[in-house]
Structures are given as C-alpha cells and as structure tokens.
C-alpha cells in the first residue's frame, strides 16, 4: 500500500535530455539498461512508495542510477529537501545534466558500489538514511553488484526505511536468497503500464529480525 499520497509527476525531459540518455544507452547499453528515461506515470509510482516520513523529517535520502533525472524531480516535488538528498549516478554525461538541473543537490559521478564509503564522506551514517529510490539497471548487473549495492542499502536504511526499485522483469529484481539472508520483505507495489517499457515497482523495508541480525 502506498505510503502517502503522491500529487502525479508531470511528463518531463527536454529532447537534450533524450539525447544524452540515448548516448549513454548506444555507449553502455547494459549498464544504461533503458533506452529513455523513465516517464511520469512510473515516477509516481514510485513516490507514492516514500515513508511518510521522509518527506517531513530531516532524514537523508539516496538516489541510486538517476539517469537524466526524472526521480531526483519528483523527489524534490515530493518534499524532499535538496541538501537531504544524495543522488549517485555513474555516467559522466548523465552526471553533468544532474550538476546542471538540480545544482543544490548534493550529485556523485560513481558506481553505487561504492555507497558505503560515498555516504561515510557526507556524514550520512548507518541506519539513518528513510528511503533509497532506485533507477539501476539491477536485473542486467552482475549478481556480486547486486549483492553489495542491496547490502550496503540495507546498512543505511532506518528501521522503517524502504528502498524503492522497479523493474523490467517479471519477478522481485532483489533475488530471493539474497533477500532472505538480509531480512529484507518485498512488497510489489503495482505496474507503470504506460511506461516505456511498462515496469513493475517494489518495495522493501527490514523485516524484524533483518534489523534485529544488522544491530548485532
Ligand atoms: C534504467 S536507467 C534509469 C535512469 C533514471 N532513474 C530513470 O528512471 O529515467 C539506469 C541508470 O543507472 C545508471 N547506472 C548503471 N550502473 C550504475 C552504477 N553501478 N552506479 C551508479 N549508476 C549506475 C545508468 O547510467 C543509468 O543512468
């Protein structure tokens, strides 16, 4: 069930936009894993899946293969404060559109591998961070990646943080075992049909004891 209500996020990106994010898809396909950016209908989605939270509290909120931009928007259109906000994306052309669209926002040009050490520069700590959106392509990175990124996302999270992720892919992109052994709950929280092409959005938060086995 969605968290709050989220106003719909109007259709936005400029043909420029477009461009860049065609670029960085013709020049690394399998990491861009789209061929456009996301629309508006998957970014509500998306924000609808916020903790009430977040939008409120002085909490810290990541953003993990941002692209062109389309979720740092709504974030920011949802309530989240730019200086909250921590956007990582590993595409230097794409990294150069975020620094130019969104400049009070704090943007690193890096693999969300390394989220760890890129939040433990900002003075984000552990178990602070109320929501993680995601736009990786999770479902074409290999299984090691996948491991550390939703591993490092789970360090991060509050007790009652969630991180957000769609897919392409019929089933959970967080791979089940990999879900299990973090303590990690799943909800499928709806399809964008009118995306390009239609996603499926899911949410995870800690299960008890997954926030129970991270304190110890
Ligand atoms: C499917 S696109 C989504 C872009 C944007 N969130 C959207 O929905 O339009 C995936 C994005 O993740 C970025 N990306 C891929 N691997 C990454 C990594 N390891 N670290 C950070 N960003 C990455 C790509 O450059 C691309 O911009």
Redesign the pocket.
């Known amino acids: 069930m969605p968290s709050f209500p989220s106003a719909p996020v109007r259709d936005a990106?400029t043909a420029a936009q477009w461009r860049a994010?065609l670029r960085?898809w013709i020049s690394?396909p399998l990491?861009?894993?789209?061929m456009?950016?996301?629309g508006a209908q998957?970014?509500t989605m998306?924000m609808a899946q916020l903790p009430e939270g977040v939008r409120h509290a002085a909490y810290p909120v990541i953003?993990?293969?941002?692209?062109?931009?389309?979720?740092?928007e709504a974030l920011l259109a949802a309530g989240v404060a730019p200086e909250r906000l921590l956007v990582?994306?590993?595409?230097r052309g794409?990294h150069g559109i975020l620094r130019r669209r969104f400049p009070h926002v704090q943007i690193e040009c890096?693999?969300?591998?390394?989220l760890l050490e890129l939040t433990a520069r900002r003075g984000i700590a552990p178990g602070s961070v109320g929501a993680i959106?995601?736009?990786?392509?999770l479902l074409s990175?290999p299984r090691a990646?996948v491991a550390r990124?939703i591993e490092s996302s789970v360090q991060l999270l509050r007790a009652d943080g969630r991180l957000i992720q769609?897919t392409?892919g019929p089933l959970s992109p967080v791979p089940r075992a990999l879900g299990a052994r973090l303590g990690l709950a799943s909800r499928r929280c709806g399809m964008a049909w009118r995306n390009m092409p239609p996603a499926t959005v899911y949410s995870y938060g800690l299960t008890a004891p997954g926030a129970a086995r991270r304190a110890g």
């Not at 990491?31 to 789209?34: F, I, K, Y």
């Not at 990582?88 to 595409?91: I, R």
């Open positions: 990106g994010f960085a690394d990491r861009t894993a789209a456009s950016p996301s998957l970014a998306m953003e993990l293969g941002a692209g062109t931009g389309v979720f740092t990582v994306e590993l595409n794409l890096a693999d969300a591998c390394r959106v995601s736009g990786l392509g990175m990646v990124v769609f392409y």
